[in-house]
């Protein structure tokens, strides 16, 4: 079983459209969570970086932590066809500690 | 600010060459670098943690002969891929953590897309 776990899609969505993307992970000693954005041929972008469970917004990005279910999520709101990319979901124990990433969640958002 | 810049962006070069990449924090200071490599539609995997000063600690299953990495100064780190073959072609991308501010994410650089002929 993977550490972290995250449907690869693709999904695809239109504009304006909420789009919810989810992982789950395994590893009890996680504290940390992090989405990042990916664009093809990119180094990953941070877009969220949260401690333990509990909400996060900024801007149209919304991310949550559940950690009794260890389920992440993360919201987009009024999705934007410039929001077409790869999400990663991250997860660490804290400080210097090694990032676990998942698979990563192709999103299309269809003008 | 904690931009990271990965020097080159691409390469082509023949079997049996050594290849080295680059990997700076251009505005903070990085005691740990991270170097990661990503095959098509997959995640990063993490290769090896580079400490400034010191040696790198590898990823089990990661050849630290092949894949030499060395840490200098507190803004660069180099990974050098030795007697590349066409396997080692992927996605390499480096990551850095600002010194002193613990329980913060990593800042990436762009990557640098290896292809080995």
């Known amino acids: 079983q993977k550490e972290v776990e995250q449907d690869p899609g693709p999904l695809s969505v239109p504009e304006g459209a909420i789009v919810s993307l989810n992982c789950t992970y395994s590893?009890?000693?996680?504290?940390?969570f992090m989405w990042y954005r990916q664009y093809s041929r990119k180094g990953p972008e941070l877009l969220m970086y949260t401690y333990s469970s509990g909400n996060k917004e900024d801007g149209r990005f919304t991310a949550q932590v559940d950690k009794s279910s260890k389920y992440i999520s993360l919201f987009i709101r009024d999705s934007q066809p410039s929001d077409s990319a790869t999400y990663l979901c991250?997860?660490?124990?804290?400080?210097?500690?090694?990032?676990?990433f998942g698979t990563g969640t192709k999103l299309q958002v269809i003008p | 600010g904690a931009v990271v810049s990965q020097h080159p962006s691409w390469v082509i070069c023949k079997s049996g060459t050594s290849v080295k990449i680059e990997c700076r924090s251009l505005d903070f200071q990085a005691t740990t670098m991270f170097w990661y490599r990503q095959f098509p539609k997959q995640s990063l995997m993490l290769m090896a943690t580079?400490?400034?000063?010191?040696?790198?600690?590898?990823e089990q299953g990661v050849e630290k002969d092949k894949f030499l990495i060395n840490h200098a100064s507190l803004t660069l780190s180099t990974l050098t891929v030795t007697s590349a073959h066409p396997e080692d072609s992927s996605f390499y991308i480096c990551?850095?953590?600002?010194?002193?501010?613990?329980?913060?994410?990593?800042?990436f650089g762009d990557g640098t897309r290896l292809s080995i002929l």
């Open positions: 590893n009890s000693a996680f504290q940390y």
């Open positions: 580079s400490n400034e000063g010191s040696k790198a600690t590898y």
């Open positions: 991250a997860a660490n124990s804290g400080g210097y500690q090694k990032v676990t």
């Open positions: 990551s850095a953590l600002v010194s002193g501010q613990d329980n913060q994410p990593q800042h």
